[in-house]
């Protein structure tokens, strides 16, 4: 069964340093995501992602964020600057958008990136 | 902002007892989805529901859409410790964001 894959698993950062997440979504996928979750937490909406273009992007999603989908398959999230507060898990999502030519957005997640920043 | 709350926050059920997670929103919802995260993994979709009063099953889970599309629940007949987990409703799935839930976590014990 197709899948979203995420690399790496787990990523430790200084503060201040970059960082690039990295998702593959499932490749009849049209609309991909970026979430959040900090430990314990419910998963947060980062941003969303369709036709090349950021679709919507929550509060949290600022100017030190940026996605790219630098080719057909990688989907990713860049974080200038990491702070101590960006330590989450950094989840990915994809939805296929039309089943049938019905409208559907169930959404597949990846394993997720932790990413800890000291 | 859109705000979705659920209640308990946690629950300790022993194993073949009943569970019963709500989920309330501050906004009407066209639709709302319901998604189970086990320990350590990432959240796995479980169902979409559309209709006002609508009442979907799966198995051993029962899920239900409120008449006014402002709640919802998920209940579990006769849990199982494979049911361990956080379950999350999210709303509404549309192509360019889904508000997840608080979440419920539940425990099951033998």
């Known amino acids: 069964e197709p899948e979203v894959t995420q690399t790496p698993s787990h990523q430790v950062t200084q503060m201040g340093q970059e960082v690039i997440l990295r998702c593959v979504p499932i490749?009849?996928?049209?609309?991909f995501y970026w979430y959040r979750q900090i430990l314990g937490q419910k998963v947060e909406f980062l941003v969303s992602?369709?036709?090349?273009?950021?679709?919507?992007k929550s509060e949290i999603f600022d100017d030190q964020f940026s996605v790219e989908r630098p080719d057909g398959s990688n989907f990713t999230l860049k974080i200038r600057s990491t702070k101590l507060e960006d330590s989450a898990m950094y989840f990915c999502?994809?939805?296929?958008?039309?089943?049938?030519?019905?409208?559907?957005?169930?959404?597949?997640f990846g394993p997720g990136t932790r990413l800890t920043v000291t | 902002g859109q705000q979705v709350m659920q209640i308990p926050q946690y629950q300790h059920v022993q194993e073949g007892e009943d569970f019963t997670t709500y989920c309330n929103s501050s906004?009407?919802?066209?639709?709302i989805q319901w998604y189970k995260q086990r320990p350590g993994g990432h959240p796995v979709f479980l169902i979409q529901?559309?209709?006002?009063?609508e009442v979907k099953k799966q198995k051993r889970l029962t899920f239900q859409f409120g008449e006014a599309k402002k709640n919802s629940s998920l209940h579990i007949t006769a849990t199982q410790t494979t049911d361990v987990g956080t379950y999350f409703c999210?709303?509404?799935?549309?192509?360019?964001?889904?508000?997840f839930g608080t979440g419920t976590r539940l425990q099951v014990t033998l």
């Open positions: 999502a994809s939805s296929v958008g039309l089943a049938g030519g019905v409208p559907s957005y169930e959404q597949y």
């Open positions: 490749s009849n996928h049209l609309y």
């Open positions: 992602f369709y036709n090349n273009e950021i679709s919507e």
């Open positions: 906004t009407t919802l066209s639709n």
């Open positions: 529901l559309v209709k006002s009063g």
């Open positions: 999210a709303g509404p799935g549309t192509a360019s964001k889904l508000t």
